[in-house]
């Protein structure tokens, strides 16, 4: 899920402006890019409190990700099919995590 959200992302972002590129563009790509790496730092993580504290920073960077999307979208970067896709995207994976680390918690 998270890697596919990372792989929408880089697809929808080719198109942005030029200007863009060193900005919303690479912001955009590693707040994406961070939410799968992070989920795969923690689970080779010796202790459960380790894993926790990067499924804490990833998601973190999917809510990141979820204000970036509508940013772009607010901006004329994204059509309206590509920001609800990646909108929906970001929520579910922002919820899976919350989830799994409430889970962890209790």
Do not use: W
Not at 21 to 40: D, E, K, W, Y
Not at 77 to 93: G, K, M, Q, W, Y
Not at 94 to 100: A, Q
């Amino acid at each position: 899920m998270a890697d596919a959200l990372a792989l929408s992302v880089y697809e929808a972002t080719v198109d942005f402006p030029k200007s863009e590129q060193f900005g919303l563009t690479n912001q955009m790509r590693r707040a994406a890019v961070s939410i799968p790496s992070n989920i795969a730092e923690g689970a080779a993580r010796t202790s459960e409190t380790e894993f926790v504290r990067f499924l804490d920073i990833a998601y973190g960077s999917a809510r990141e990700l979820e204000y970036q999307v509508s940013l772009a979208h607010r901006l004329g970067f994204l059509s309206e099919p590509n920001h609800i896709a990646l909108r929906d995207a970001c929520v579910e994976t922002s919820k899976v995590l919350g989830g799994l680390i409430r889970s962890f918690r209790s």
